[in-house]
């Protein structure tokens, strides 16, 4: 190896080994340091987003429920726990019959009183049990949580504000004269639920089947129908379920062809 004197080497076969100076070997170590510390931050950043998919998420959070669907769960509480915890059963009955939805009422089939003014709103947030509440609160975080955040809290509330009022003009027009009061959000989440139907239909790769969503449309109408035709003494009110399940279906094929905006 013989030595050219500008830091430069040959071997014995003339090629010209370069020997880095100081300044270059201080360059290329930065370079290597930057490399290192880039390749520790992408794998703590891939074992972040690993242990984000692998660690268990909570069934339930509270924040991800949208304002109006925390609202509607908060006056089913309000109203329904002193109802049941600090009045007794001829109180909550005489509220049941103050302040529920008595078609009667309006035919003079009941007696008129001032709480009649108010019943085609008031009814919706009153609850004849714990299992009614608990069943109307799991539908509605379901099913008003995924209205809400598709469509915004202005039309969840007026979409299940309609669908309510059309529950009690259902069971109006189909029961006119009934003295029993109705009771309860199942007008609105039956309006919600058709919409979901139909938004669900529209997603799914067969949406335009020959029949469209119509079959299942119809077989979950039946479903809300049947068992209060069937079982006479059955306290599930048929005709308000189906009032708000058509306004549903009606107020979204509407909603979806442009003619109304919530």
């Not at 490399?35 to 242990?51: F, G, T």
């Not at 509607?72 to 939805?101: C, K, M, S, T, W």
């Not at 003014?117 to 299992?131: E, R, T």
Request: with cysteine; net charge positive.
């Amino acid at each position: 190896m013989k030595h050219n004197g500008n830091g430069q080497d040959k071997d014995e076969k003339g090629k010209i080994i370069h020997f880095p100076s100081s300044a270059e070997r201080d360059i290329h170590k930065k370079q290597k340091e930057r490399m290192d510390q880039d390749r520790a931050a992408a794998a703590a950043k891939l074992a972040k987003q690993a242990q984000t998919i692998t660690a268990p998420q909570p069934f339930f959070k509270f924040g991800n429920i949208p304002p109006f669907i925390r609202a509607l769960a908060a006056l089913f509480l309000l109203v329904h726990l002193p109802l049941y915890l600090l009045a007794g059963e001829d109180l909550r009955l005489q509220i049941f019959y103050n302040f529920g939805f008595i078609p009667g009422s309006y035919t003079g089939a009941f007696v008129w009183h001032w709480g009649a003014a108010i019943a085609p709103i008031s009814y919706i947030f009153i609850h004849g049990s714990w299992m009614h509440l608990g069943f109307n609160l799991v539908m509605t975080l379901a099913l008003g949580t995924f209205f809400e955040k598709t469509y915004g809290t202005r039309a969840a509330i007026i979409f299940f504000t309609l669908c309510c009022l059309a529950s009690a003009l259902t069971t109006l027009a189909l029961n006119p004269f009934s003295t029993i009061p109705i009771i309860g959000a199942s007008g609105g989440l039956s309006g919600w639920f058709a919409a979901i139907l139909l938004m669900i239909h529209q997603q799914s790769p067969g949406a335009r089947k020959k029949y469209g969503p119509w079959p299942i449309v119809f077989f979950w109408g039946l479903v809300m129908v049947l068992p209060g035709l069937l079982l006479e003494s059955s306290a599930l009110a048929w005709q308000a379920h189906l009032g708000g399940y058509l306004a549903g279906l009606v107020l979204f094929t509407l909603l979806q062809k442009g003619k109304i905006r919530l």
